[in-house]
């Protein structure tokens, strides 16, 4: 395919689940059997067409280091330099792929989950789905917080009107913390916008106009990355900003859960890696010490949290906090290599982390529970299922053989030349995640049957995991078994635009360091 239908292809994956969506919102008269079908569409496209970008992506032709580049004018250019550009480079293009298969697998879980209002729940999940596929594809940084914006409203509507547990109150403390996670960071954007001098928004102008004599001055990138830092950190759950977090996951529908915590939770570090370091690389080497200590608290300290919880989606909530606390690891090392141990950590992360929570509700269907000490046994009624949880288990802890091993390894040893003690702590969280990992498997398959459990599986007798179930969890555990085989299929892309991107950060650090 020539660029131009490649461009329209990237277009066409953000623009797929939005066009479903509006469909969905002013089709009432549409049977439920044709809704279901669009809403499939809506999600099997953007993943046909993010597996093709990813296939092309090294043979395409590079404007800036961005393929498939492609600008829309929406009038807004000359008067505020704001325009729709979409584009992909190497740090993109594997969240933007990981957000399409996540996207996929919730919204086949969501298509089956037999919700009340499934029309309306299926429109907001697409409208969600392409705002998180817009943020990724997005190079002009007003549309990346825009498609950000756009994915977030959907998941306070979801959590409050199809939520279990505390709804209200979840989806009301997610919209406090959010808002003003938000809020920082947009400030953050438009006082580098504004300090920068660039003619527009996007991320080429801004990287051209900050490179060399144009960099911003060490005082003001140490503010400015502060907002964005504390920004970002509030919309990833960075400790102590992080309890709207486990809230919000337990009290999401599972599709929700699936989205937020594998991709939508991802902009912030995302934001880190793409924007804030190549920008203000002096900002960040003030802050990243503390930022160190922050995600070491996200490791060790709401990791024996996530230890202590009898309930398993609580379980898979915390856990979720604690692992991203590797992801600001790498970005506090401030290096190539820690950079790209965080982009795979955050690929493994959405994938490992939406299977979970896919499996957990699972679990419950079959249990009626998700106490844990009300569970055991379930391996004989439903091994295949038994089977899957297992394996998305010891992905999440970053066993070797799958995706999530290649993030924590590099992040581990990119840390490793800058502090020993703090990677022997970071070390900690793989042995937090493995107690609480082994023994949640060991609770609920393995052990004699409780009583109350065997009176709820008389009472509903279901089978083992169905097909509908089966299909989302292979797509995502057969893309950690290839990446956990393959990782060279996302190293490759990430390594030449890192290379590109992270050296003139190095070298502005060392100097620092000199003086």
Same mark, same amino acid.
């Given at each position: 395919?020539?660029?131009?239908?490649?461009?329209?292809?990237?277009?066409?994956?953000?623009?797929?689940?939005?066009?479903?969506?509006?469909?969905?919102?002013?089709?009432?008269?549409?049977?439920?059997?044709?809704?279901?079908?669009?809403?499939?569409?809506?999600?099997?496209?953007?993943?046909?067409?993010?597996?093709?970008?990813?296939?092309?992506?090294?043979?395409?032709?590079?404007?800036?280091?961005?393929?498939?580049?492609?600008?829309?004018?929406?009038?807004?250019?000359?008067?505020?330099?704001?325009?729709?550009?979409?584009?992909?480079?190497?740090?993109?293009?594997?969240?933007?792929?990981?957000?399409?298969?996540?996207?996929?697998?919730?919204?086949?879980?969501?298509?089956?989950?037999?919700?009340?209002?499934?029309?309306?729940?299926?429109?907001?999940?697409?409208?969600?789905?392409?705002?998180?596929?817009?943020?990724?594809?997005?190079?002009?940084?007003?549309?990346?917080?825009?498609?950000?914006?756009?994915?977030?409203?959907?998941?306070?509507?979801?959590?409050?009107?199809?939520?279990?547990?505390?709804?209200?109150?979840?989806?009301?403390?997610?919209?406090?913390?959010?808002?003003?996670?938000?809020?920082?960071?947009?400030?953050?954007?438009?006082?580098?916008?504004?300090?920068?001098?660039?003619?527009?928004?996007?991320?080429?102008?801004?990287?051209?106009?900050?490179?060399?004599?144009?960099?911003?001055?060490?005082?003001?990138?140490?503010?400015?990355?502060?907002?964005?830092?504390?920004?970002?950190?509030?919309?990833?759950?960075?400790?102590?900003?992080?309890?709207?977090?486990?809230?919000?996951?337990?009290?999401?529908?599972?599709?929700?859960?699936?989205?937020?915590?594998?991709?939508?939770?991802?902009?912030?570090?995302?934001?880190?890696?793409?924007? &804030?370091?190549?920008? $203000? %690389?002096?900002? #960040?080497?003030? *802050?990243?010490?503390?930022?160190?200590? !922050?995600? =070491?608290?996200? /490791?060790?300290?709401?990791?024996?949290?996530?230890?202590?919880?009898?309930?398993?989606?609580?379980?898979?909530?915390?856990?979720?906090?604690?692992?991203?606390?590797?992801?600001?690891?790498?970005?506090?090392?401030?290096?190539?290599?820690?950079?790209?141990?965080?982009?795979?950590?955050?690929?493994?992360?959405?994938?490992?982390?939406?299977?979970?929570?896919?499996?957990?509700?699972?679990?419950?269907?079959?249990?009626?529970?998700?106490?844990?000490?009300?569970?055991?046994?379930?391996?004989?009624?439903?091994?295949?299922?038994?089977?899957?949880?297992?394996?998305?288990?010891? &992905?999440?802890?970053? $066993? %070797?053989?799958? #995706?999530?091993? *290649?993030?924590?390894?590099?992040?581990? !040893?990119? =840390?490793?030349? /800058?502090?020993?003690?703090?990677?022997?702590?970071?070390?900690?969280?793989?042995?937090?995640?493995?107690?609480?990992?082994?023994?949640?498997?060991?609770?609920?398959?393995?052990?004699?049957?409780?009583?109350?459990?065997?009176?709820?599986?008389?009472?509903?007798?279901?089978?083992?995991?169905?097909?509908?179930?089966?299909?989302?969890?292979?797509?995502?555990?057969?893309?950690?078994?290839?990446?956990?085989?393959?990782?060279?299929?996302?190293?490759?892309?990430?390594?030449?635009?890192?290379?590109?991107?992270?050296?003139?950060?190095?070298?502005?650090?060392?100097?620092?360091?000199?003086?």
């Amino acid at each position: 395919m020539n660029d131009a239908t490649l461009q329209l292809l990237l277009q066409l994956a953000v623009a797929t689940p939005l066009a479903g969506g509006l469909i969905l919102a002013f089709g009432n008269l549409l049977p439920k059997r044709v809704c279901k079908l669009i809403a499939f569409v809506g999600f099997l496209v953007p993943l046909l067409v993010a597996l093709h970008l990813w296939w092309a992506y090294a043979a395409a032709p590079k404007t800036s280091g961005y393929a498939f580049l492609s600008v829309t004018d929406l009038g807004l250019s000359r008067a505020v330099g704001i325009a729709l550009k979409l584009g992909l480079n190497g740090i993109s293009l594997p969240l933007f792929v990981m957000a399409a298969l996540v996207g996929f697998a919730a919204g086949v879980s969501a298509l089956n989950s037999g919700a009340e209002r499934l029309k309306q729940y299926l429109m907001l999940l697409l409208v969600m789905h392409g705002g998180l596929l817009g943020v990724f594809a997005s190079v002009d940084i007003f549309f990346f917080y825009f498609f950000h914006e756009f994915a977030l409203i959907p998941t306070f509507i979801m959590v409050g009107l199809w939520g279990g547990r505390d709804r209200t109150y979840a989806a009301m403390k997610m919209t406090i913390y959010l808002t003003v996670g938000a809020m920082l960071s947009l400030a953050g954007l438009i006082a580098i916008y504004t300090k920068s001098g660039a003619a527009s928004f996007d991320l080429i102008n801004l990287r051209l106009a900050l490179a060399g004599d144009g960099a911003l001055l060490a005082s003001l990138q140490h503010h400015f990355f502060g907002l964005l830092l504390f920004g970002f950190g509030i919309l990833v759950s960075l400790w102590p900003f992080h309890t709207w977090a486990p809230l919000g996951y337990g009290a999401a529908p599972t599709a929700v859960s699936m989205l937020h915590a594998g991709v939508l939770k991802k902009f912030g570090l995302y934001g880190l890696v793409q924007i &804030a370091l190549p920008l $203000l %690389p002096l900002g #960040a080497q003030d *802050w990243s010490q503390w930022l160190v200590w !922050l995600a =070491l608290a996200n /490791i060790v300290i709401i990791g024996l949290v996530t230890m202590a919880q009898r309930d398993l989606k609580q379980m898979i909530s915390y856990g979720s906090v604690m692992h991203v606390g590797y992801g600001f690891l790498g970005v506090a090392t401030l290096t190539t290599l820690g950079a790209g141990g965080a982009v795979l950590f955050m690929v493994a992360h959405g994938l490992s982390v939406a299977l979970l929570f896919l499996l957990g509700q699972e679990v419950l269907v079959r249990t009626g529970t998700f106490d844990l000490t009300q569970m055991g046994g379930l391996v004989k009624r439903a091994p295949v299922l038994a089977a899957f949880f297992s394996a998305a288990m010891l &992905a999440s802890i970053g $066993l %070797p053989g799958f #995706a999530g091993f *290649w993030g924590e390894l590099t992040i581990f !040893l990119s =840390l490793w030349t /800058i502090s020993k003690t703090v990677t022997a702590l970071a070390l900690l969280g793989v042995v937090i995640s493995a107690v609480y990992g082994l023994r949640a498997v060991a609770k609920i398959f393995f052990g004699e049957e409780t009583e109350l459990h065997a009176k709820y599986a008389a009472a509903h007798p279901t089978a083992d995991l169905s097909w509908s179930a089966r299909l989302p969890a292979l797509v995502l555990l057969a893309a950690l078994f290839f990446l956990g085989f393959w990782p060279k299929a996302l190293t490759t892309p990430l390594n030449a635009t890192l290379g590109e991107i992270y050296p003139a950060i190095e070298a502005a650090v060392k100097v620092v360091a000199t003086q």
